[in-house]
Structure formats: C-alpha cells, structure tokens
C-alpha cells in the first residue's frame, strides 16, 4: 500500500492556514476542515490574501487530500421556509468557499424531515442540492452526503436513502458519500469483526457503489449498534472496537480515500487526543492490534 491518509478535522481558530499548521504537527496525510464558522448563517467573504496564504501552506505541508465539512445550520429537508432558503444559500456559499480554496469536496448531513416523513424530506433535499449545484455548475466542487445515525428524523441512515439520493440528482461527477464509522454503526450497520466488516461494505457496494466514496470518518460510537444514537468515542474505547478500523485502514480499495477523525477534543481543545487517536489508527494500518 502507498501513503496512508489518514489526518483529522482541524479547527481553523486563528484564520484557515492555521487548521494545516495544526494538522502538520500532527503528522497528517489528509485534513478536514470548516471553512467559516460552523453555527452561523452569516460569514465574512473570503479574501484572496487569505486564499492565497490558505493554498501556499497547503502547497508546503506535504498533506494530501483536504475536505471541508459544511456548516452545521445547513438543512435541505427542514420545514421552516427560512431555514430551507438560508440552507439553500449556505451550501452555494460553501462550494463557492471551497473552490476558492482549493477544496474538491464538501461533506453535508442530508438534513432532517422534522416530523414531514422521509419521503417529503428527501425530495425537498434533492430540490434544494440540484438547485445549489446548478449555481454552482462552473465550479470543480462536489458533494459528499455523510452517512447518518438515523437521530431523531435525520435522513440518511439507510443506504437505501443515500442511493435514492444520488440516483435523483445525477451528476455523478460531482455526487458521492461520506462514511462515517460511527453513524453507519448506530444507524444498524454491524462493522464489528472481518466479517461483519465485509458484509457491510458488501451491502454498500451492492446497493450504492464502493466508488462513491470519496472521504471516510473515522469514529468509534459511545452507543450500541442500532442505537440511532450520534455520539463519537475515541477509537478503540466505543461499541465498535478496533477490527473494523483496522480492517477498513488495510482496505486497499478505499487506498485513495482521506480518512479522517472526529473524535472528542480534550476540553482546552488541544491536539493530545487527536495523536492519541491518530497514533493508534496508525498502529493498526501496519498491523497492530486486533482488539
């Protein structure tokens, strides 16, 4: 196998240059990042000052692959008028951020149904992203829609979704998915042990295509399987354990894709639980331990 990317996502506290500063000391290969912040509509426009030091760090740092993870607000199925206009504009927003810098993909939770039913809910998502990317069809940007828990009336959580999703919108060159370890775990998938590791790959494969994937979330899940529960542990110290991870990190097919952690911060936000994490994942690509 050739380079892991493997990294994490990186607070840009201090402007965005700072999250691949954070990410090098850190020894990663891939990053992921917000590329404004991620509880507010309203964001300042980028500056080409700011772009230009964004990509000339990248350029200098040795990480690969870089994603940027869509601002939490962002709803495409909420029923609120307001909330589903600002959606609409906050994603163009974020494709046109990511072209700016650089960036080939942004990552975005589906959006939740709030009590419309999942039918409603996804049309309305498949509305609003084929909107955004119209807008945005001069840019080298695409989508990935992460895999979710399935929490309250979060979309997303059955592969079935996802593939609907993307069937309806087309533009498979712009169009994919986001696994995330955690979500798929709590939403019913059991990746625990080889096997259960590739019978749900087997089933994704199936069902949407292992190709679609173009960035991975590495976490483990505070909650059981099948929870529907969101809520991410250190790898290793939640429900799934560590042969999927170990599994999935020496899974040749998934060889150019950025793995990427989201596991809790220590409570001054300092990076010592993200190199305990990386450390570890690192460990188990070369074929450490197995539980």
């Known amino acids: 196998m050739g380079r892991l990317l493997l990294g994490a996502h990186m607070s840009i506290q201090g402007g965005l240059h700072r999250a691949i500063e954070r990410g090098v000391a850190l020894g990663c290969t891939a990053l992921q990042l917000f590329t404004r912040n991620n509880v507010q509509w309203r964001a300042a426009p980028l500056a080409e000052e700011e772009c230009e030091r964004f990509r000339a760090a990248w350029a200098a740092s040795g990480i690969g692959p870089m994603v940027a993870h869509a601002n939490y607000l962002i709803d495409l199925a909420s029923r609120d008028e307001r909330v589903a206009r600002l959606s609409l504009e906050g994603l163009v927003m974020e494709f046109q951020r990511a072209a700016a810098l650089g960036l080939r993909w942004v990552v975005l939770h589906p959006g939740c149904h709030q009590g419309a039913g999942?039918?409603?809910?996804?049309?309305?998502?498949?509305?609003l992203a084929a909107r955004a990317?119209?807008?945005t069809s001069g840019?080298?940007?695409?989508?990935?829609?992460e895999t979710t828990a399935g929490q309250g009336t979060s979309l997303g959580y059955r592969f079935e979704q996802l593939a609907w999703l993307l069937d309806a919108l087309g533009r498979p060159e712009r169009l994919g998915v986001c696994f995330?370890?955690?979500h798929v775990f709590a939403s019913g998938y059991d990746l625990r042990g080889e096997g259960g590791y590739q019978a749900v790959m087997a089933e994704f494969d199936r069902v949407i295509g292992l190709d679609r994937i173009h960035a991975i979330h590495l976490n483990d899940s505070?909650?059981?399987?099948?929870s529907r529960v969101d809520?991410?542990?250190?790898?290793g110290r939640g429900k799934l354990?560590?042969?999927a991870f170990r599994s999935l990190l020496r899974d040749s097919r998934f060889a150019e894709v950025p793995k990427l952690i989201e596991t809790p911060k220590s409570?001054?936000?300092?990076?010592?639980c993200d190199a305990a994490n990386l450390g570890k994942l690192r460990r188990l690509a070369r074929g450490g331990p197995k539980s």
């Open 118 to 127: 999942e039918e409603r809910g996804l049309r309305q998502v498949v509305e």
């Open 241 to 243: 354990g560590l042969a």
């Open 231 to 235: 809520r991410h542990a250190h790898i």
């Open 133 to 135: 990317l119209d807008a």
């Open 267 to 272: 409570d001054a936000e300092r990076d010592d």
């Open 139 to 145: 840019l080298p940007v695409g989508l990935l829609l």
């Open 222 to 226: 505070r909650r059981e399987l099948g």
């Open 180 to 182: 995330d370890t955690c």
